[in-house]
């Protein structure tokens, strides 16, 4: 079975940092795009980054652009999220997600083959 465990959420005050760690299982680590998702309260799941995206070695949204880093060790079947100069409207649940094509990278309209649970990400204003 494929297994993707997410973790490393907590508690930062703004400006501070946490790195949040997706170990993945059950596939082969680096034919797979792993992607970063967040949901806030009542809004919509949002797509924060990825790597072997397929078509870019790594994307970013927007409003992680700078602030953000995704790297994977390989050896660990681990992809890592780095997030600096944490701000309030980061705060919500952080997934980690696998496909093998891309998914929701490559086109919105497609989904991740394989999710996560999830590891809250709460900054303090």
């Known amino acids: 079975d494929v297994q993707l465990q997410a973790s490393g959420g907590g508690l930062v005050q703004t400006g501070g940092s946490l790195r949040l760690s997706c170990v993945a299982s059950?596939?082969?680590?680096?034919?797979?795009?792993i992607g970063w998702f967040r949901q806030a309260p009542g809004k919509d799941r949002e797509r924060v980054s990825c790597?072997?995206?397929?078509?870019?070695?790594?994307l970013y949204a927007d409003s992680v652009k700078g602030r953000f880093t995704i790297s994977s060790d390989n050896a660990k079947n681990t992809v890592y999220l780095q997030m600096n100069n944490l701000r309030p409207e980061d705060t919500a649940v952080y997934y980690c997600?696998?496909?093998?094509?891309?998914?929701?990278?490559?086109?919105?309209?497609?989904?991740?083959?394989?999710w996560g649970k999830g590891t809250l990400v709460t900054v303090s204003s």
């Open positions: 059950g596939l082969v680590f680096d034919d797979y795009t």
């Open positions: 997600a696998a496909d093998r094509y891309g998914g929701v990278f490559v086109n919105p309209h497609y989904g991740m083959d394989w």
């Open positions: 790597i072997r995206c397929k078509t870019a070695p790594t």
